[in-house]
């Protein structure tokens, strides 16, 4: 991703990067990773991304065995859910602190290796005295806590290791490797817990993972000379003055992009809670795979198609601030358009269908809010991406209960439907007018240094 040097030009107001075949170049680009390693790094990354994710479904997939064993009530099992989500808000912005500081590899091993031993103990936990409800909670509050610098952490590797014209591609691959984690932790679920006990899920995933954190220690940090970041006498100015970062909120394009990517999270909270449940009362004759491995089937290569058009518009010379708004359009726009019909009477395929595509419009935000902090303040990218995930984990948490209440007291699923079309409209709206992708972080410096 950097052995091509990269040179900035104006474009519509914004900075493009283009090619230029010469080895001399300003040294920011020396922090940058060569190309051969960053296929590597984006190779194990996805599979990072998909094993958090086979261990963040662990326990969901294996509740309902777990409930029946230790005698847990859905007020019980509610309770050892959501301690994940809490835990998951506490180290965002920690976690993207320290990947802006140290650097996010380090920080992402970490990770890895200690939710690898969560994991992996969760059935020991579970069996070591007559405390079990009060133990898993705790299990997945430190899961929570551990897997919460894993995308601030990204966040800060995208700004700090890759060139702009490649950003979109990077995290429209870390998504895709979500969507496979949910797939294989549902598909390999299913069968372990038919044949060997909901144990062994935990077991399997742990032990893999744990493999994960071995062979980025083995191959990529053992022995290696972390690259640093490349700091300009302006970016040393403003490291200098990092604790003032959130005075960044002010800039109508930073609480812009904060507030669109809190829309974009509380509905992708609330459509993964409930579709399962939507589609089983609506149509409980239905082949539950059908529903539950279609929509991420569409998802994986939408997100990784949204991600290439993103770079290619850039590099093509487009503006970066107008292809941020058009990734972000079909995102929330082009889903508004399939979930609606949701509010009124569909079938089977059609539902399966305009969820589908839904689902996998909306993957198209990595090219747009998802990587928009990385162009305004990539001295602080890390730590102000683990801000706004914080605050979209909350208003993903909330969004999801005023769902359920809506269901409870209508028994409709429309006003589900309408919110989530609400909220994207909202987000879109706010992006639209205020979004940018010019460099703010050091105007603000600026500022303050100023007054």
């Not at 372990?192 to 083995?218: K, N, P, R, T």
């Not at 102000?384 to 969004?399: H, S």
Request: aromatic share 12%.
């Amino acid at each position: 991703m950097a052995d091509r040097q990269t040179s900035g030009e104006r474009k519509n107001g914004c900075e493009v990067y283009t090619a230029n075949d010469s080895s001399e170049e300003e040294p920011e680009d020396q922090n940058l990773w060569p190309r051969h390693l960053a296929r590597k790094w984006i190779l194990i990354l996805f599979m990072g991304t998909c094993l958090l994710y086979c261990a963040r479904m662990a326990m969901p997939i294996c509740a309902v065995s777990m409930a029946a064993s230790f005698k847990w009530s859905k007020i019980d099992s509610g309770l050892v859910l959501g301690g994940f989500f809490w835990g998951y808000c506490f180290t965002q912005i920690l976690g993207g602190h320290a990947s802006d500081k140290v650097g996010g590899e380090r920080v992402l091993f970490i990770s890895a290796a200690s939710w690898s031993l969560i994991t992996a103990a969760t059935p020991l936990l579970a069996k070591l005295g007559s405390h079990t409800l009060a133990l898993m909670t705790m299990a997945r509050f430190l899961m929570g806590l551990l897997q919460g610098v894993f995308y601030p952490s990204l966040a800060s590797l995208c700004s700090q290791r890759v060139v702009e014209g490649e950003r979109g591609f990077l995290m429209s691959t870390m998504n895709s490797g979500s969507f496979l984690g949910t797939l294989l932790a549902g598909g390999m679920g299913s069968l372990m817990l038919d044949w060997y006990g909901w144990e062994s899920l935990f077991y399997l995933i742990g032990f893999l993972s744990g493999l994960w954190a071995l062979i980025v220690w083995q191959f990529f940090l053992k022995g290696e000379i972390p690259l640093k970041k490349i700091e300009s006498s302006s970016d040393s100015e403003w490291s200098l003055s990092r604790t003032r970062w959130l005075s960044l909120l002010k800039e109508p394009p930073v609480w812009a992009m904060v507030f669109t990517h809190m829309c974009v999270c509380s509905s992708s909270f609330t459509l993964v809670s409930w579709l399962p449940t939507y589609f089983k009362e609506s149509f409980p004759h239905a082949k539950g795979w059908v529903y539950n491995v279609v929509p991420w089937l569409v998802a994986i290569p939408s997100a990784l198609c949204g991600g290439y058009v993103s770079d290619f518009l850039i590099n093509e010379g487009c503006g970066v601030v107008a292809v941020r708004k058009i990734m972000q359009f079909i995102a929330m726009g082009g889903s508004c358009v399939f979930i609606m019909p949701l509010t009124g009477g569909v079938t089977f395929p059609s539902a399966v269908i305009f969820v589908s595509a839904a689902l996998g419009l909306s993957t198209f935000t990595s090219g747009g809010v998802g990587v928009n902090v990385q162009d305004l303040t990539p001295s602080c990218a890390g730590a102000l991406y683990g801000f706004m995930n914080m605050l979209g984990a909350f208003m993903g948490l909330l969004m999801v209960s005023m769902s359920g209440y809506l269901i409870e007291v209508t028994l409709s699923w429309a006003w589900v439907f309408s919110l989530i079309t609400l909220v994207n409209a909202t987000g879109l709206g706010i992006f639209l007018v205020f979004g940018d992708a010019r460099r703010v972080d050091l105007e603000v410096y600026s500022q303050v240094t100023v007054a």
